[in-house]
């Protein structure tokens, strides 16, 4: 079981990147997925979050990211992506992709690094002009 995540680099403040979590071993579509950042000298944080494929598609987005970021699925490719615009020097961070295997409540997308699983190795987004 493996997550890979790729799509980090060096961008300028108001451009966008997108960050792909491709998994090995396992199909996606059964876990809660979730996006990850740790910047220098702070915790790691929940960015963006989304449910499994038989939940009802709800996703979770951090109070910071909202309107900038979309997480999404692409089942045929065990591939989840983070579509980040607009971004900013506060955005810069190692970004990590967990997978968690459940069940949840319907409607439910966990959000916490507790409840996820699996982790993939970091990539790192840097955002400065």
């Known amino acids: 079981v493996q997550l890979q995540a790729s799509g980090g680099g060096l961008v300028q403040p108001g451009g966008s990147l997108r960050l792909s979590c491709a998994a090995s071993g396992f199909t996606l579509d059964y876990y809660a997925i979730g996006w990850f950042r740790q910047a220098p000298g702070k915790e790691r944080e929940g960015v963006s979050c989304?449910?499994?494929?038989?939940?009802?598609?709800?996703?979770y987005y951090a109070d910071s990211v909202k309107g900038r970021f979309t997480i999404s699925r692409d089942n045929a490719k065990n591939t989840v992506y983070l579509q980040m615009n607009s971004l900013k020097p506060e955005d810069t961070a190692v970004y990590y992709c967990?997978?968690?295997?459940?069940?949840?409540?319907?409607?439910?997308?966990?959000?916490?690094?507790?409840?996820?699983?699996?982790w993939g190795q970091g990539t790192q987004v840097t955002v400065s002009s």
């Open positions: 989304i449910s499994s494929s038989d939940g009802d598609g709800s996703t």
């Open positions: 967990a997978a968690a295997e459940g069940p949840y409540v319907l409607g439910y997308v966990p959000s916490k690094q507790y409840e996820y699983d699996y």
